[in-house]
């Protein structure tokens, strides 16, 4: 079956089962989203990072501590996601395809807006989007922007990039910002070194795609900044989602379009 056609569970079964890739273009009109689970004592932390930055980091549902499922994710958040990364002290130490073991009692489990909800929205707009072209990864990129901090929590704004036709840009500016709570509209437009980036063909995530004649690069916070931050402040342990690798939801796309 192609995987745009793939409902919410089947997907979450396939992963289960052991199916590691990236999920652009999976489950067409359902919600993806980017997990990051952080011991109790810095919940209040996390979700006041993400009060003070809420593009980059848009909180989409909260889990009890210990819980491994949300009322929008309603599998198992230990195995139901294609890929995760384990931090401890700050320092990623593993990429793994379940976290059974890895899951503690005191873990909060966040769902942080993804991106990838509006990508249909470009595309039904004539807005191409490369990695779905090329069947890849989206590219992300660390910025030298600082995001506010809050509490222990500090860190870095993450973005990912889709060059746009010149002519698109406006298009594809007026169709993300509809969709406030899965990152909204560009946080940069045009020159990446503007926000610190040297290089475009080498991505801190996912894969690098071809910015042609023509095409402008346009810049989405990320909801992989959490993990930036998680990093960047040495948090002792935590588990987030690989990058690009994502929680598929029990929720509708256009639930977030405004």
Not at 2 to 10: D, G, K
Not at 27 to 46: E, F, H, M, S
Not at 53 to 66: K, R, S, T, Y
Not at 186 to 201: E, F, K, M, S
Request: aromatic residues 8%; charged residues 20%; hydrophobic residues 45%.
């Amino acid at each position: 079956m192609n995987v745009a056609e793939l409902s919410p569970a089947q997907a979450r079964a396939r992963f289960r089962a052991g199916e590691r890739v990236p999920t652009a273009g999976w489950c067409r009109g359902w919600t993806q989203a980017n997990l990051i689970a952080v011991p109790k004592p810095l919940r209040y932390d996390l979700l006041l990072f993400a009060h003070q930055n809420p593009q980059a980091c848009p909180v989409l549902d909260v889990g009890e501590p210990g819980a491994w499922s949300t009322p929008l994710f309603p599998g198992d958040l230990r195995t139901d996601l294609p890929g995760y990364r384990l931090y401890r002290d700050g320092e990623p130490v593993a990429d793994l395809g379940d976290v059974v073991a890895q899951w503690r009692d005191d873990l909060v489990p966040f769902l942080i807006g993804c991106s990838f909800t509006f990508e249909a929205a470009l595309l039904a707009a004539g807005v191409p989007v490369r990695h779905l072209e090329l069947g890849t990864n989206v590219p992300m990129y660390v910025t030298d922007v600082s995001c506010e901090a809050a509490g222990s929590l500090s860190g870095p704004l993450v973005v990912s990039m889709r060059p746009v036709p010149e002519a698109l840009v406006k298009t594809a500016v007026e169709v993300s910002g509809r969709y406030p709570m899965v990152h909204g509209e560009p946080v940069h437009v045009g020159d990446p070194a503007a926000i610190g980036i040297r290089d475009l063909a080498r991505p801190d995530f996912g894969d690098p795609v071809e910015v042609r004649a023509g095409e402008v690069p346009l810049f989405w916070a990320c909801g992989v900044t959490p993990q930036a931050a998680v990093m960047a402040s040495g948090v002792e342990y935590a588990i987030g989602h690989l990058p690009g690798h994502m929680a598929i939801l029990d929720a509708r796309d256009e639930d977030y379009r405004v």
